[in-house]
């Protein structure tokens, strides 16, 4: 088949899936699509995604081009092999014919079907839905960034605890007292939880905002201490007005650099950025919209989450994340938080 | 880290309890290689075999892992320790305690019994040098009375082993 026919099919590819499609050569084709399943657009319902790459030789139709999976969410090895099995099977069907958007189109039916996380929740090793469909599962969320499936009872356990810990290590080392004022800093720590705003997914320490995971604080009944962030605000502010908090600051921000320059840091794509300020480049009208839909969508859609929490949620957040997010944005790139806590731990010890 | 773990030996949690349950099931189906658990009534407490991986300095070497969980596991990190005599290594001290930070700061409650161990045996098998730690006899010195290694600040300097 002549070189042009082909070349205006990859134009038609580009028209069909515009900045989901990456042409990396016209002729012979090879692209890469980013593939979702079909949920309407409802971000919360989306458990799984891929980009595949399709790579044409010279002899192209006749010859199936090549189909691999450059970067994926949510798929493990077995579901991966499916996918791309799936996909070269019908190019073998469609042989001789220009095939590469019926091939996509494929993709995009495959991964509709597969659209379901599966194994067990990585905090309590129990499986996320019971095969059972008789028994009762528990909710279980996902972390917006990195598509890794919890249980909501789990990772919120998790996230508590690691609150309490943040408390606690200050005062750990002054005296044996800690045990018995931790009920005490619970409470506070929930309220933490909301103004620290950030933690790591247990699975691949993707920095994630505390945002991401209040859809589902209140299932533990610990949402109506979120309220009243004030105090703590001020608390945070003149955190950062001392100096050697900002001397701190600017040495992460070089180690940070030193780090991204040696190509060390795997950051989130732009455009799946969660929340507005945590990793955005100046506010593109377009990826604020994704992102508001992005966090109000899983309390419209998780059936478990009582009705109130939405308007609960919205009432008092925009205060106070809009301050913080002039904060944030001053350290915005230390954002591997979990880091930047033990280095301030090493400083302090002495070198066992 | 906290004091709470090793020392006192609290009891289990239920959470705990289930999940190690879970960890025990899943290692006897499919056990990392290298390693070997005989199991016994005491869930708190595994006692774990590992074989030193073939072409490297600890090939047919066998060494003993103890690995105790504190109550709240696995949000708080397991404590792990070599049983005498532990192996000759730049991160592991005489007495058996480990220099590797997802023991300690680096602890993330997605990681299982099965994991640590492949971390660990990675880290034994990429030594080039069988030596004790440069700070091996202070160390040492100072963790008499059997503390736990969970309570020791570690500074972890080196990537490369």
Redesign the interface.
Known sequence: MAEEEVVIEVDAVQAVYGDDCLVLQSYPPHIQIHIKPRTAEISSQQFVEAVIGIRAGPQYPEEAPDINIAESKGLDEQRKNHLITGIQDKACELSSCLMLVALCEEAVEMLSSMNHPEGNC?????PLVEEDAGRDSLPFMKLMSCFHCFHCECII??WN?LQS?KE??PT?LSG?S??GSRSMLNQRSVHAAAEESTGSC??C?KVFHAKDIEHVLDLVGAHSQLSSGDAKLNEDENLTELDSEKFRREKFEAILKLQQENSGLIEPRKNEVLLPGMFLPPPIPETTTVSVNETTDPQNTESNVRAGANSSGSSNRPRTSEHRNSGMRKHRGRNPR?QV??WT??E????? | M???SAPSRKALSK?AC??LQ??LV?WQVNPPSGFKHKVTDNLQRWVIEVNGAPGTLYANETYQLQVDFPE?Y??EAPQVIFLPPAPLHPHIYSNGHICLDILY??W???M?VSSVCISILSMLSSSPVKQRPA?NDR?VK?CKNGRSPKE??????DDKV
Request: proline share 9%.
């Open positions: 990585p905090l309590c090793l129990y356990r998790w605890w810990e606690v290590i750990n044996p800690v045990r247990p699975v320490r979990k806590k033990q731990k090493k302090t010890g002495n070198a066992d | 906290t004091s709470s959470i289930n999940r879970k960890e899943e709240h696995p949000m700061d680096s993330s409650p997605a299982t700070d160390y100072n020791t600040r570690w500074w972890f300097h």
